[in-house]
């Protein structure tokens, strides 16, 4: 399997914080000029947006990271197609198939790493 840049500067960036406190500290404190001066390469956010970096190291605490949800999610409707494939009952697997769920994947979606006990 063939890495992206993204991918290896990402995989760098972890682990010279995780090898390096002080970049650890600056790169909490000033992501963008921390990735800058490490990779040697301006970075181009998406105009509005900000780059945030919280430091989940503390391997006591499970962090739970809420993304945005969908555009679509808000008053969602369903398709005729959708309203016909659950008349009369529920799909089986007990879902809707094809029907949008977060982080925009269709079908069973499981947010929630294996940290929940039987």
Known sequence: MEFSQEQK??????QKAWEDAAFKKELVNDPVA??????GKKLNLPEGK???????????AVY????SAPKNSVNAELSEEQLEAVSGGIAAGGCIPNFPFPGGTTGPYNPFPPIFSE
């Open 9 to 14: 500067t990402y995989a760098e960036i972890v």
């Open 50 to 60: 900000k780059l945030v970096v919280r430091d989940q190291s503390d391997e006591s």
């Open 34 to 39: 921390a990735i800058e001066k490490l990779t």
């Open 64 to 67: 739970i990271n809420i993304p």
